[in-house]
């Protein structure tokens, strides 16, 4: 009987990943479900996968040889039916395994807006690999309506686009990316996936999902419009996927309810990545995922980590679409704004000041200092000093003073 | 010879009196090459960094867009013949119809002699009033009236070669350092060949105070004190030559005034007092130059005659080494008090007033009428063109809505004339903007002619250059009109050389009545002669030629002695007080000259100082919250400027300074003389320039502003100043309100409509910055804050026409050194690559300076401000 410590993970997603990373060493007995039928991938990485600008493969990160090679049972394709946590048991579709401590990491689940028609065929999301190979396999001539101007619409959108298939994208704010962007910036985005044939429809909604049996037709506006498809991608969203946690019982508000060290309501159990809400907040973006991971492996390991929320920042990973944006950028008294504005060269810099600290940037075009911005966000530094340079990027000495006058 | 096979020309450089030599080689392409004359006695071969530019405002390229192409009447294009019938016509009916008096000619010194000459006796013998003044009166009036009460005619007694056999040279009122170069490169020379002391009396520290061994840091207009102090001085010690004093008279006069003042008006301690004194008087071979502090000055003839009576009374004058030296500030300032080109002058340095010397001009000239009295001086005679008692106005080479005291009120009795004509080079100056016929003169390098310097050297004024477009020589346009008002024989020119013969043959009739002046060796000079002809100084006569006056004691007063004139001093006229707590003096930048028409066009001169500001004391700035570069607004009793502040303690306190060349073409809200009451000296008639009274406030400004541009750009803000680049031109603003939409103000001011731009702005901070851009090229560039504006000026000056990236910036890109503000003209060195090459290098002087960076090694203008670099870092090592 091996005495190690009983470490069940369910999910074997990015966060996952990145927690059995950190675990490398420690005496724990670990096993690993996942319902996709594989490892771990770069899920970010699709995206550039669907353009035709890598694959698959290269975007693996974890395979089953890998977690053999570290000892790890894997249990791939494999959904977790419930836990029964007065046992410590888990309950798969091909049989229980037993846990000192779980870590639910079963990631989130895409929001499908309840439109007539969105059990369609031909309506998917844009989550996994097998949405990315529907949409790979669209013909170029062939048209797609993607329902969510997002960060993940967008990408599926430039995706589609590259391939040589006619989008339009439908969004219902007044521009695009409005969690990420303001609407010049967006505006700039817009213009640039415009010249690359994409249609962008901005304070569009959505009425109806037209077709038959056979398949997507069209979508259908409020405003009457029709927009003709072969293939409706929805990326309307996400919602932590809980049904499992919920059902054993757990604490769970919009996402599975955890402290500062990921712990549950329930002192065996942890849960990471898109599935839980930390002080209120949701996660969607990789980062405090890999710093939840972090955390996580240190606590299981003893330790006293403990969870903070960041800044965040976020990147487009669409060819050609330069785009960053980072920390926190709405109006608000006090807060005061920096601008860089090129708009021949579809270059647009706003930085974001609050009592002499730097808390946004949002950037289009020219994102080469992003992560200086990044860090001075997150470092929360006054850069006072910094201020005449601050949007040209790092290296210029505010005490080299130039002059302030021809004559003076 | 050069490369392009043409010959050179030797000609006279056309700034100052010093009137040095200049090589001239035409480019082949309108331009010239411009070198220092090695056989020139004024300079042997040496150019000040004005005179070393002047190859940088000729040409085509200058010329195009600048340059007058055809005379206008009201501003449309005309033909010559109409133009000059216009004039002819209207100087002749006002004078039927109101009198001669009606009439008026503004001239300049700047107008060659035989120009001065054709001048003179057309409005003097022929249009019949002595209504014909010049800037010169703005200039040195007071040394001509010092010079006549003392010697009885207007005579410069010594000569540049006294400067070096001096042992102690006394700079009275001059920054000789910047405004005569040559000069003061001529005083460093003999400091260092012969230990010639210097000693400055100047209210101001000035680049000349750099290798002074004193500098009298006097009160304002107390130079009267000063030399009466120095005089008293002298008796006391023993030192009054006797002998020379039989020659003279007045001496125990002017002692009694002299012991009369009190040297407490001249703020200078006892122990100052008793140095110079015991400097000058010990001190035989002295030499005592004296220049605009001196003379534009309420008290300025009797600031010169305060002078001049220490030199009578110690015998020194006229000898080697030793004598009062006025230097003028105009190339020909000299020529123009020898034909007489002056409203109290009658020709040849004859007098008005003295009828035997009326008959024989009128008998000369065979003119049908002369003036029997004085006409009016510059500040009166625009003042009856404001009373409407002027109506016809011949302003000539010369920019007096800028230039005159009370320079609103002359541009406003200017533009209510009946008839203005104006004779220029160019349209674009505040005057000639006013004009109802405007004639294209042909410019400097295009004419032919002669000038005299400040020590009495006659130099030719050769034509290289074809004149531009239709421009004509001055001398051929008066004479043109004097024959279509119908005085054909008289005024019957065609070269200058008829015109010089003529002068000089005038001349000898002076010369004949006992006059100085006499150059009647050269009458019968032949064409061939007179194009060749090399410097020579004045008297040129059968029996005398050049040389120095008066060691042998014979004066030109009747009884032919000298006069000591008894002096008091008193103050300048407009008092301080609690609404005008500051004295107001003006002066020059170093590489500016005069309305900047010619020096604004050299991008290289433009590099020093390229923007009008005051001099204020830093603990009155504190009083007054003034901070480094900010803009200050500048009142007084006749007007207001904008200016920006140098914090410094080169001036007094409760005394602010601000130079005088910027215009309503470079900077509108710095028309310093617009400051300037028109309180005159009553003997000279000249105004005093440098005493005005005014109050000094921080400049309420919303935003302050600095641009570059390709092309000309067309601001309308409270400030604004203009100034040449190589690459266009760059720009200071300022405005009380800031515009809605920067981008739309922005493409208005730079005329471009349409051009692509980029922006960064900090609303919170209200710094915008735009720039302009097509085909990849800058086209302007403008950085707007709520504060004086800090970018790197000197490179972004050089990006119009660049790639447009990274300009916005406002600085040199990270891994580039920021040259920094010119100081060095000649070599382009600026001021950040010298403070670093002495941080390197270890440089100690200014010498090893000059070897390390080649800066202040041509014509030394620049030594004096490296010198202050280096004490300055010095300075701040020690503190470190």
């Known amino acids: 009987m091996d005495a190690r410590a009983r470490l069940v993970i369910i999910g074997a997603g990015m966060a996952a990943g990145r927690l059995i990373d950190h675990l490398e060493g420690a005496d724990l007995d670990i096993t690993l479900f996942n319902a996709e039928p594989r490892g771990t991938y770069n899920r970010l990485m699709l995206s550039p996968v669907l353009a035709g600008e890598t694959?698959?493969?290269?975007?693996?990160?974890?395979?089953?040889?890998?977690?053999?090679?570290?000892?790890?049972?894997?249990?791939?394709?494999?959904?977790?039916?419930?836990?029964?946590?007065?046992?410590?048991?888990?309950?798969?579709?091909?049989?229980?395994?037993?846990?000192?401590?779980?870590?639910?990491?079963?990631?989130?689940?895409?929001?499908?807006?309840?439109?007539?028609?969105?059990?369609?065929?031909?309506?998917?999301?844009?989550?996994?690999?097998?949405?990315?190979?529907?949409?790979?396999a669209l013909r170029p001539g062939q048209r797609a309506v993607v329902i969510g101007g997002g960060l993940l619409g967008l990408e599926a959108a430039?995706?589609?686009?590259?391939?040589?298939?006619?989008?339009?994208?439908?969004?219902?704010?007044?521009?695009?990316?409005?969690?990420?962007?303001?609407?010049?910036?967006?505006?700039?985005?817009?213009?640039?996936?415009?010249?690359?044939?994409?249609?962008?429809?901005?304070?569009?909604?959505?009425?109806?999902?037209?077709?038959?049996?056979?398949?997507?037709?069209?979508?259908?506006?409020?405003?009457?419009?029709?927009?003709?498809?072969?293939?409706?991608?929805?990326?309307?969203?996400?919602?932590?996927?809980?049904?499992?946690?919920?059902?054993?019982?757990?604490?769970?508000?919009?996402?599975?309810?955890?402290?500062?060290?990921?712990?549950?309501?329930?002192?065996?159990?942890?849960?990471?990545?898109?599935?839980?809400?930390?002080?209120?907040?949701?996660f969607g973006l990789v980062a405090p995922l890999y710093e939840q991971a972090a955390v996580l492996a240190d606590v299981l390991k003893g330790g006293q980590g403990a969870f903070a929320p960041k800044p965040l920042s976020t990147k487009l990973k669409v060819t050609g679409c330069d785009l960053f944006s980072a920390g926190d950028f709405a109006d608000a008294d006090g807060r005061e704004n920096l601008f860089l504005r090129d708009p021949d060269a579809g270059v647009y810099k706003r930085l974001i000041l609050e009592e002499g600290r730097l808390i946004g940037a949002v950037m289009y075009g020219d994102t080469g200092e992003g992560g200086w911005y990044f860090d001075l966000i997150q470092s929360g530094e006054d850069v006072s000093m910094l201020r005449d340079t601050l949007l040209f990027g790092p290296g210029y000495d505010p005490a080299e003073l130039p002059t302030c006058s021809l004559a003076a | 010879m050069d490369g392009s096979g043409l010959p050179t020309t030797r000609s006279t450089c056309p700034y100052c009196g010093v009137g040095c030599g200049v090589l001239l080689t035409p480019d082949g392409n309108g331009g010239l090459l411009v070198k220092g004359d090695p056989e020139h006695p004024a300079n042997h071969g040496k150019l000040c960094s004005k005179g070393s530019a002047l190859g940088e405002t000729v040409g085509d390229a200058i010329n195009q867009g600048y340059r007058l192409r055809t005379p206008l009447i009201h501003g449309k294009e005309a033909s010559w013949d109409a133009a000059l019938q216009t004039v002819a016509d209207r100087f002749r009916d006002t004078a039927a119809r109101y009198g001669p008096d009606a009439c008026a000619f503004y001239v300049s010194g700047q107008l060659l002699t035989e120009d001065y000459y054709v001048a003179n006796k057309l409005i003097k013998g022929f249009i019949g009033t002595a209504n014909i003044d010049t800037n010169s009166r703005l200039c040195m009036a007071s040394t001509v009236a010092g010079?006549?009460?003392?010697?009885?005619?207007?005579?410069?007694?010594?000569?540049?070669?006294?400067?070096?056999?001096?042992?102690?040279?006394?700079?009275?009122g001059s920054n000789l350092a910047w405004c005569h170069p040559i000069l003061f490169q001529?005083?460093?020379?003999?400091?260092?060949?012969?230990?010639?002391?210097?000693?400055?009396?100047?209210?101001?520290?000035?680049?000349?105070?750099?290798?002074?061994?004193?500098?009298?840091?006097?009160?304002?207009?107390?130079?009267?004190?000063?030399?009466?102090?120095?005089?008293?001085?002298?008796?006391?010690?023993?030192?009054?030559?006797?002998?020379?004093?039989?020659?003279?008279?007045g001496f125990s006069a002017a002692l009694d005034a002299a012991r009369a003042d009190t040297a407490a008006q001249t703020d200078l301690t006892e122990d100052e007092l008793a140095r110079f004194a015991a400097m000058w008087i010990g001190t035989e071979r002295v030499v005592t130059v004296f220049s605009q502090g001196v003379n534009q000055?309420?008290?300025?003839?009797?600031?010169?005659?305060?002078?001049?009576?220490?030199?009578?009374?110690?015998?020194?004058?006229?000898?080697?080494?030793?004598?009062?030296?006025?230097?003028?500030?105009?190339?020909?300032?000299?020529?123009?008090?020898?034909?007489?080109?002056?409203?109290?002058?009658?020709?040849?340095?004859?007098?008005?007033?003295?009828?035997?010397?009326?008959a024989a001009?009128?008998?000369?000239?065979?003119?049908?009428?002369?003036?029997?009295?004085?006409?009016?001086?510059?500040?009166?005679?625009?003042?009856?063109?404001?009373?409407?008692?002027?109506?016809?106005?011949?302003?000539?080479?010369?920019?007096?809505?800028?230039?005159?005291?009370?320079?609103?009120?002359?541009?406003?009795?200017?533009?209510?004339?009946?008839?203005v004509a104006v004779s220029d080079v160019t349209g674009r100056t505040d005057t000639a903007r006013l004009a109802h016929v405007l004639l294209p003169a042909a410019a400097w390098a295009e004419k032919d002619g002669t000038v005299t310097n400040s020590d009495r050297t006659i130099s030719r004024q050769r034509a290289v250059l074809p004149p531009f477009a239709g421009a004509r020589a001055d001398w051929d346009i008066l004479a043109e009109v004097g024959r279509r008002m119908g005085w054909e024989a008289e005024f019957d020119f065609d070269s200058p050389v008829e015109v010089y013969r003529e002068h000089a043959a005038l001349s000898g009739l002076a010369g004949e009545m006992g006059r100085d002046f006499d150059i009647s060796g050269m009458a019968e000079i032949s064409a061939a002669e007179y194009a060749s002809l090399a410097p020579l100084r004045w008297p040129v006569t059968a029996h005398r030629q050049g040389g120095r006056f008066f060691a042998d004691g014979?004066?030109?007063?009747?009884?032919?002695?000298?006069?000591?004139?008894?002096?008091?001093?008193?103050?300048?006229?407009?008092?301080?007080?609690?609404?005008?707590?500051?004295?107001?003096?003006?002066?020059?930048?170093?590489?500016?000259?005069?309305?900047?028409?010619?020096?604004?066009?050299?991008?290289?001169?433009?590099?020093?100082?390229?923007?009008?500001?005051?001099?204020?004391?830093?603990?009155?700035?504190?009083?007054?919250?003034?901070?480094?570069?900010?803009?200050?607004?500048?009142?007084?009793?006749?007007?207001?400027?904008?200016?920006?502040?140098?914090?410094?303690?080169?001036?007094?306190r409760g005394e602010v300074f601000a130079p005088m060349h910027w215009t309503g073409e470079t900077a509108p809200s710095a028309r310093i003389d617009a400051l300037v009451a028109g309180h005159v000296d009553p003997v000279s008639g000249q105004p005093e320039s440098k005493a005005a009274v005014v109050a000094v406030s921080r400049f309420d400004a919303a935003w302050y502003g600095f641009a570059v541009a390709l092309d000309?750009?067309?601001?309308?803000?409270?400030?604004?100043?203009?100034?040449?680049?190589?690459?266009?031109?760059?720009?200071?603003?300022?405005?009380?309100?800031?515009?809605?939409?920067?981008?739309?103000?922005?493409?208005?001011?730079?005329?471009?409509?349409?051009?692509?731009?980029?922006?960064?702005?900090?609303?919170?901070?209200?710094?915008?910055?735009?720039?302009?851009?097509?085909?990849?090229?800058?086209?302007?560039?403008?950085?707007?804050?709520?504060?004086?504006?800090?970018?790197?000026?000197?490179?972004?000056?050089?990006?119009?026409?660049?790639?447009?990236?990274?300009?916005?910036?406002?600085?040199?890109?990270?891994?580039?050194?920021?040259?920094?503000p010119t100081v060095c003209s000649c070599f382009n060195v600026g001021l950040n690559t010298i403070a670093r090459a002495v941080e390197d290098q270890h440089l100690m002087d200014v010498d090893a300076v000059g070897a390390a960076l080649r800066a202040g090694t041509n014509c030394g203008s620049c030594r004096p401000e490296i010198a202050t670099i280096l004490a300055r870092l010095s300075q701040m090592q020690a503190a470190e």
């Open chain 1, 158 to 282: 430039a995706g589609m686009a590259a391939r040589g298939v006619k989008v339009s994208v439908v969004h219902i704010m007044g521009h695009l990316m409005e969690r990420q962007l303001d609407p010049e910036a967006a505006g700039l985005l817009q213009a640039s996936l415009e010249a690359r044939g994409i249609e962008v429809l901005c304070n569009a909604q959505s009425e109806a999902i037209l077709g038959s049996e056979a398949g997507v037709e069209a979508l259908r506006l409020k405003d009457g419009r029709e927009l003709p498809c072969d293939l409706l991608c929805m990326a309307v969203g996400i919602r932590p996927a809980t049904a499992v946690a919920a059902e054993a019982g757990l604490d769970v508000e919009r996402g599975i309810v955890v402290d500062d060290q990921m712990q549950t309501s329930d002192p065996a159990i942890y849960a990471l990545g898109e599935c839980v809400e930390h002080r209120g907040a949701l």
């Open chain 2, 712 to 820: 000309a750009p067309a601001p309308d803000c409270a400030y604004w100043a203009l100034a040449r680049t190589d690459a266009g031109y760059r720009m200071e603003l300022a405005g009380r309100e800031a515009p809605a939409d920067w981008e739309a103000e922005a493409r208005r001011v730079f005329g471009l409509p349409d051009a692509a731009v980029m922006s960064v702005s900090d609303a919170a901070q209200g710094r915008t910055r735009l720039a302009f851009h097509a085909e990849g090229r800058l086209l302007a560039a403008l950085f707007v804050a709520s504060g004086p504006v800090a970018v790197m000026r000197d490179y972004l000056a050089t990006r119009p026409g660049e790639a447009p990236s990274g300009v916005l910036l406002g600085r040199t890109p990270a891994d580039v050194p920021d040259p920094g």
């Open chain 2, 297 to 358: 000055s309420t008290a300025g003839a009797d600031k010169v005659n305060a002078i001049l009576n220490c030199h009578l009374a110690t015998g020194r004058i006229g000898k080697v080494g030793c004598g009062p030296l006025s230097v003028t500030g105009q190339p020909n300032a000299m020529g123009g008090r020898e034909v007489g080109g002056l409203a109290n002058m009658l020709a040849c340095h004859m007098d008005l007033e003295n009828a035997a010397h009326r």
């Open chain 2, 554 to 652: 014979r004066f030109y007063h009747a009884g032919g002695k000298a006069r000591f004139v008894p002096v008091s001093w008193r103050p300048p006229v407009a008092k301080t007080g609690p609404r005008y707590p500051f004295r107001f003096n003006t002066g020059r930048v170093r590489d500016q000259w005069h309305t900047m028409t010619r020096t604004a066009l050299s991008a290289r001169l433009s590099a020093h100082l390229a923007e009008p500001y005051l001099d204020i004391h830093p603990e009155d700035a504190a009083g007054l919250g003034i901070a480094r570069s900010d803009l200050v607004e500048v009142k007084s009793p006749e007007g207001t400027a904008i200016l920006r502040a140098r914090l410094t303690d080169d001036v007094r």
């Open chain 1, 55 to 136: 694959t698959y493969d290269d975007i693996v990160t974890h395979d089953a040889d890998f977690y053999a090679a570290r000892g790890i049972t894997t249990r791939f394709g494999e959904r977790v039916a419930r836990i029964d946590r007065a046992a410590r048991v888990i309950h798969g579709e091909n049989g229980p395994v037993p846990y000192d401590r779980l870590v639910v990491a079963t990631g989130s689940n895409p929001f499908m807006i309840p439109l007539p028609g969105h059990d369609l065929p031909g309506v998917i999301s844009y989550r996994d690999l097998e949405d990315t190979e529907r949409m790979m």
């Open chain 2, 186 to 249: 001529r005083v460093l020379q003999a400091r260092a060949a012969r230990g010639t002391k210097i000693i400055v009396a100047d209210p101001r520290r000035t680049a000349s105070c750099d290798p002074a061994d004193l500098h009298l840091k006097l009160a304002p207009g107390s130079d009267v004190a000063l030399f009466n102090d120095l005089l008293t001085r002298i008796d006391a010690a023993g030192a009054i030559d006797e002998d020379y004093l039989e020659r003279t008279e």
């Open chain 2, 361 to 419: 001009v009128k008998e000369f000239w065979d003119a049908p009428a002369m003036p029997e009295a004085a006409g009016l001086k510059a500040v009166d005679m625009f003042r009856a063109v404001g009373r409407g008692e002027i109506k016809a106005l011949w302003i000539i080479h010369t920019n007096p809505a800028v230039s005159m005291p009370e320079a609103d009120a002359v541009r406003d009795a200017i533009a209510g004339c009946d008839f």
């Open chain 2, 147 to 172: 010079h006549k009460r003392a010697f009885g005619t207007d005579t410069v007694p010594g000569t540049y070669e006294d400067l070096d056999q001096a042992d102690l040279i006394v700079l009275v």
